[in-house]
DNA sequence: GTCAATTGCCTGCTACCATTAGGTTTTGAC
DNA sequence: GTCAAAACCTAATGGTAGCAGGCAATTGAC
């Protein structure tokens, strides 16, 4: 019998692209087993667990949108760097919704370290550099990015945005001029 | 045999307070029934479905924290207001890490309808008629804030924030008062 | 107080998922 | 060709969701 070929990365790859069509919910070791004419036992060779999986889902998740975003911010400055890594974090969720949701997912510490998460992180101090904040301002500015970029995408996906006026483009275009204000007045205050 | 005197409102409630012990993807119809020491099978006499319990323990925590937002805003005007608002959502999420897990879930569009969450919005209209906005950036107002706050918490809880220098709680202090200085030049730009 | 209707909960069943142990086949290195 | 490692399978356990149908306890009408 012909063999499937699996190894965990193509496996996550295989989750990933599950996630999207069917919601990251639905990413589990027995379906991905049937993708791959195969019976579920067999992913355990190469994945601990189906939390393991889901972990490597994530991984490949936060990889695939660190490239994105550092293409999409390359050779811009200030807003126009800022808006193309919202943009590129909200497009990518609109895209990928399956793939977003697992990129929620909770990674225990040294799996995180270990991420591309600190990628996303030296991203944004380098447009922030272009603000002139201090070192502690420099953090804070991070985290609040991180949390509206994060925040709202998760919002607007959920449809919170969906059932009012104006248009969520509208306002997203709104925020993030307004983020881009409040950096370069941050330490006027 | 006695009874154990199930209704679909008990169920969410003790529902909401399994979150909270054990998380809430371990709101399963299955422990719900051993806590009430009762077969699973007669959960469903009040309640639809596993997907709909867990909708039920999302509404009653939508609620609730509705209440503690109102309570805390009373009497306070913008930024005291704006801190307040921010606060009561963050300190709830703190104390009850497994309430908040079910607040993310996504509801239907006629469940959210019904719930708290319009109570939300208007609670955070009403901070921000302080702030002399137009309509329309209002909406977009009342859309930044509950972005930052909600992907503030989720990071926070996901432990994003908790490798790194300054410390989180100083990092919250400094968003509130930027969001705030924000509202108040925003319609000079 | 008696009886019928309703409600509350149970038994029993089906089906799916995760996971482990141990066996068999395939493949590649030599 | 041999052989060991890797890839995959069979089989079995135990947990969860959910449905159908049944008996019994409670309630309300009289």
Redesign the pocket.
């Given at each position: 019998?012909?063999?499937?070929?699996?190894?965990a990365d193509r496996l996550a790859q295989a989750g990933a692209e599950l996630a999207d069509e069917l919601g990251f919910e639905q990413v589990?070791?027995?379906?991905l087993a049937r993708r791959f004419k195969?019976?579920?036992?067999?992913l355990?060779?190469h994945v601990q667990?189906?939390?393991d999986l889901k972990a490597r889902v994530a991984l490949v998740v936060l990889a695939e949108l660190a490239d994105r975003a550092s293409e999409a911010v390359a050779g811009r400055s200030r807003e126009a760097a800022l808006a193309a890594l919202g943009n590129s974090y909200r497009d990518y969720a609109h895209e990928h919704p399956g793939r977003f949701a697992a990129m929620q997912l909770r990674l225990d510490s040294e799996t995180a370290a270990r991420s591309a998460g600190p990628r996303h992180t030296r991203l944004m101090l380098a447009i922030l550099r272009e603000y002139e904040l201090s070192d502690a301002d420099q953090t804070h500015a991070v985290r609040l990015l991180g949390s509206t970029f994060q925040g709202y995408v998760s919002l607007e996906l959920s449809g919170s945005f969906s059932h009012s006026e104006p248009s969520s483009n509208e306002s997203w275009d709104h925020i993030i001029h307004g983020l881009h204000i409040l950096l370069e007045n941050w330490q006027v205050r």
């Open positions: 019998m012909g063999r499937a070929g699996l190894t589990t070791v027995a379906e195969v019976k579920p036992a067999s355990y060779s667990s189906s939390a």
